[in-house]
Nanobody
Framework: QAQLVEYGGGLAQAGGSLRLSCSPP????????MGWFRQVPGNERTFVGA????????IFADSVKGRFTISRDNPMNTAYLQLSNLRVEDTARYFC????????????????????????WGQGTQVTVSP
């Protein structure tokens, strides 16, 4: 059973924008590192980006750097992925993930590109970008 729920997927045109949201229905994400991954059928799930528990630090895959941003609203118990300047190759199912390894030292020491670094997952939301 998914511990996180994603919202906001859909269809966009190349060059357009979408915002995805992610919330845990039964938990508080305020002490979690939050990550985003994406997956195309037949391919592995790949890292998009992550944000530390305070929202003060983010990291991104090179393929989305400068186009995507991640933010969080801890009182609202929600994390966000803003997708801008979309490309057809951004078409994928997008998953959010949470990790308990959220101290400052763990933020610096953990490989956030790895799915194994995350403890909680959503079921994903589809993003389709048309030419």
């Amino acid at each position: 059973q998914a511990q996180l729920v994603e919202y906001g997927g859909g269809l966009a045109q190349a060059g357009g924008s979408l915002r995805l949201s992610c919330s845990p229905p039964r938990y508080s994400l305020s002490n979690w590192v939050m990550g985003w991954f994406r997956q195309v059928p037949g391919n592995e799930r790949t890292f998009v980006g992550a944000i530390d528990r305070s929202g003060g630090a983010t990291i991104f895959a090179d393929s989305v750097k400068g186009r995507f941003t991640i933010s969080r609203d801890n009182p609202m118990n929600t994390a966000y992925l803003q997708l801008s300047n979309l490309r057809v190759e951004d078409t994928a199912r997008y998953f959010c993930a949470g990790s308990d390894k959220s101290t400052d030292a763990q933020w610096l020491a953990t490989d956030w590109n790895s799915r194994a670094s995350y403890d909680y997952w959503g079921q994903g939301t589809q993003v389709t970008v048309s030419p």
